[in-house]
């Protein structure tokens, strides 16, 4: 092989390495074009999503509920009375003693398996509405400020 021939085949990589580098960007940029396209298509996607919700919720009277239930959450957030404020805790500290004496074998003979398992599924209820009840209380405290 000639140098030429060496020379031009240099020349022939180079210029193909140069279409290749162009056409891999030219992917990537299409790549991104769609990702910003799927994630637009997600975004009217939740939006459909929370309009229908909204509507539905209207219809059913849900949304009135919610608002009562908040009511009620922040009244008792911004209570004076000790016991308005500390009742969660109270009755979550019972629960975690009545799981606890569960675990450590108290349980009534006269007990199902069926109560028992109703009973958990009570206190999981709870401490979810616990959490979210503890968390409007601290969001009340931080408004006030």
Not at 16 to 34: C, G
Not at 81 to 101: E, H
């Amino acid at each position: 092989m000639s140098q030429d021939q060496c020379d031009r085949q240099g020349r022939e990589l180079v210029l193909h390495a140069e279409q290749i580098a162009k056409l891999f960007n030219q992917v990537q940029d299409t790549n991104e074009r769609l990702l910003a396209i799927e994630k637009a298509i997600s975004q009217i996607r939740n939006m459909a999503y929370g309009a229908i919700f909204y509507g539905v919720a209207s219809q059913m009277g849900l949304l009135t509920a919610l608002r009562k239930q908040a009511n009620i959450i922040m009244a008792e957030a911004n209570g004076d009375s000790w016991l308005q404020r500390n009742w969660r805790p109270l009755v979550m500290c019972n629960f975690a003693i009545l799981i606890t004496a569960h675990w450590l074998g108290f349980t009534p003979e006269n007990l199902s398996e069926k109560q028992v398992l109703a009973l958990l599924d009570i206190v999981q209820v709870g401490l979810g509405g616990y959490i979210v009840g503890r968390s409007a209380e601290k969001v009340m405290k931080e408004y006030k400020k």
